[in-house]
């Protein structure tokens, strides 16, 4: 039996609204049922530096992404900016992106390793990557310094004037916004006051050169890409309470983007994904600041049309980079150049945005479906990042080069296996939200607290909380329990079961005095189930719980080009055509575990039964060197290139 689809859900779900318990310290005692809804509150992340990432896969993620980070040096990375200021360099410039005659110089080298070293410091408290991002900022400013006016960049102000004239130009404040952001994280971060003075010159100069352009002129330069300009300017607004960064921001908001989301209309379709998700983040950004409810609409709309009408099973989205197709007609697009993964990690930023406004635990399921199935996976053991994400089956894994590439997503994952502890827990107030279930303590100072979630997820199918305190303290706790689990769900406190829980896809409130000592133990059954791909429902995903199941079509290529790619290039050189999706015995209507069977004797291993062979199936993200496929040619019906 199919689940309730995506669509349907994301767009009826309350989300919030579930069930609260009350009660004594006492286990046993008599608890009341309430209504609990969220629609009204501000929640908020505890700070990633409030929040350790124990033993497990995560951390084991967070470490390699540490080590890549290490690798780099900054007097390389600083090379094309000291060139561009005057400074004189001898050291060896970086290939790909970051090649001194690339017009995305510094996008990576002043800007997301910035923001990746100050994440890395907050998230582990690594010593080794802030002085490194010290280092940096301080080379920056002293090109700044010499610059004079405010400007930085790795390239000179002409590639602007070629934007301002109409002239071919890759994206210069693309790579301006990533130099911004990274500038901020170290401020907010790493507490590095000079990184915040060089970012306020940059956009007082930015803000400056926008501003002279009538209404037309700028919405004609902003159809180039412009990254999260919105969005690091309204954050520097509410990091330094100065409005005129709130009137710089506006200068970056295109009307005819932002008007037919407020009015509900998808006009997606031809678009750059990953050139307007982040001005959505910038709208999200721009509600928060200034309270104005239009931009929390477009943000709401546009973040459940993505993730309902134009995602694949895997929580990403976009083939070519953009978005080829109406809604819910993603028939004949699987292929090598789906899901850039620049694009998932956005769409989590932004599905943290909202929940934050909202409570609603469907936007917590969506951000793990895309963590484990889109994130987790996208690096290698020595730290190099995916590009693009593979549906076509048959395809592989391939990844950028140490030093001969820094794409966008090379970035973007340097970010993201950074701040793999940044959304588990969020607080109202006093209480707490356990929105992901990693193996994890939270540190909460003021309150007294420390929270310790011990598992193995996805191999354990639950969790349990751990509660220290020095004094008792009343407080909620609130359990995210997911839509992919069963009736069977459980919550024990001290080893007693409760009387009642949320229904899946809700929130369990347990209100009460908590003592030291005091656990919670949430067993989540797993269940397999399928998901059309949407506009062609005789192609399914299978999933186990949130974990999309991959089928293992035998080893890849092996090491060399059509794994690392040696360049700036997002495609491996004479890539072979897909091969056909495989079929398999069930049908679009036919419960899952008609065709598909767990194996008794291994943890997440599963088997298909194929038309003509059995497919042994595991996670997605468990794939590594193998070519594999996420879709399935259900039977009876016609088949798909």
Same mark, same amino acid.
């Given at each position: 039996m199919l689940d309730q689809s995506r669509r349907s859900f994301l767009k009826t779900s309350a989300g919030a609204a579930g069930l609260c318990i009350v009660g004594s310290s006492a286990?046993? #005692?008599?608890?009341?049922?309430? !209504?609990?809804?969220l629609s009204r509150v501000r929640l908020e992340a505890l700070p990633l530096a409030s929040v350790r990432l124990s033993s497990?896969?995560? #951390?084991?993620? !967070?470490?390699?992404?540490?080590r890549y980070l290490d690798s780099l040096a900054v007097d390389r990375l600083l090379h094309t900016f000291r060139i561009t200021a005057g400074i004189s360099s001898n050291a060896l410039p970086y290939k790909g992106w970051e090649e001194p005659t690339c017009e995305l110089r510094g996008h990576f080298a002043g800007g997301h390793y910035l923001s990746a070293v100050a994440l890395a410091y907050a998230g582990s408290a690594n010593d080794v990557l802030k002085n490194r991002g010290d280092e940096l900022v301080a080379g920056l400013a002293a090109c700044q310094g010499k610059i004079g006016t405010g400007y930085l960049s790795a390239y000179p102000t002409e590639l602007f004037e070629h934007l301002a004239q109409g002239r071919s130009v890759w994206a210069p404040f693309y790579t301006y916004h990533k130099i911004m952001a990274g500038l901020l994280d170290m401020y907010l971060l790493s507490g590095n006051s000079d990184a915040l003075k060089i970012v306020e010159g940059m956009a007082v100069w930015a803000q400056d050169f926008m501003g002279v352009f009538s209404i037309d002129? #700028?919405? #004609?330069?902003?159809r180039t890409e412009y990254g999260g300009m919105n969005e690091v300017l309204i954050n520097l607004a509410a990091v330094t309470k100065k409005d005129r960064y709130i009137e710089a921001a506006h200068l970056f908001e295109q009307p005819g983007f932002l008007d037919p989301l407020a009015a509900r209309r998808d006009e997606l379709e031809g678009l750059h994904a990953n050139t307007h998700v982040p001005k959505i983040i910038g709208a999200a950004r721009m509600y928060e600041v200034t309270g104005d409810r239009r931009y929390r609409e477009i943000a709401e709309y546009f973040l459940a049309e993505v993730l309902t009408?134009?995602?694949y099973a895997i929580g990403n989205t976009s083939l070519d980079e953009h978005w080829t197709t109406p809604a819910d007609q993603l028939k004949g697009t699987l292929a090598w150049t789906n899901a850039e993964c620049c694009v998932g990690y956005n769409l989590m930023k932004l599905q943290r945005h909202v929940f934050g406004w909202t409570g609603e635990s469907r936007w917590m399921d969506e951000y793990e479906r895309t963590l484990f199935n889109c994130r987790l996976g996208t690096q290698n053991a020595q730290g190099l990042k995916q590009y693009?994400?593979?549906?076509?089956?048959?395809?592989?894994?391939?990844y950028n080069s140490p030093e001969e590439s820094f794409w966008c997503c090379t970035g973007s994952g340097a970010e993201e296996f950074a701040k793999l502890a940044?959304?588990?827990?969020f607080r109202r107030e006093r209480d707490i939200f356990v929105n992901q279930f990693i193996a994890s303590t939270l540190t909460w100072k003021e309150e007294d607290l420390v929270l310790e979630q011990v598992t193995q997820f996805p191999h354990e199918q639950g969790t349990r909380l751990k509660i220290r305190s020095s004094r008792p303290a009343a407080r909620a706790i609130h359990i995210r329990i997911p839509s992919w689990t069963t009736a069977e769900a459980q919550v024990k406190i001290n080893g007693r079961p409760i009387e009642a829980i949320a229904d899946p896809g809700s929130y369990l409130s347990i209100r009460r005095i908590w003592q030291d000592g005091d656990t919670i133990s949430i067993e989540l059954p797993m269940k397999l189930r399928q998901e059309s791909l949407p506009g062609d429902d005789s192609v399914v995903a299978a999933l186990y719980g949130p974990l999309v199941l991959a089928a293992d079509l035998g080893a890849g290529p092996a090491d060399g080009s059509m794994r690392v790619i040696h360049s700036g290039e997002t495609v491996p050189k004479n890539?072979?055509?897909?091969s056909p999706i495989p079929k398999v015995t069930g049908t679009k209507d036919e419960d899952t575990k008609q065709w598909i069977q767990a194996q008794p004797t291994a943890e997440l291993k599963f088997v298909a039964a194929g038309e003509t062979e059995k497919h042994h199936l595991i996670p997605i993200y468990q794939i590594r060197d193998q070519r594999y496929s996420i879709y399935w040619q259900t039977r009876n019906s016609k088949p798909h290139a």
């Open positions: 286990a046993g #005692r008599a608890l009341s049922v309430e !209504e609990f809804g497990g896969i995560f #951390r084991d993620e !967070e470490e390699i992404n540490a002129q #700028r919405l #004609r330069m902003l009408a134009r995602n693009f994400f593979p549906l076509g089956a048959g395809y592989w894994r391939a940044d959304t588990i827990y890539l072979p055509a897909a």
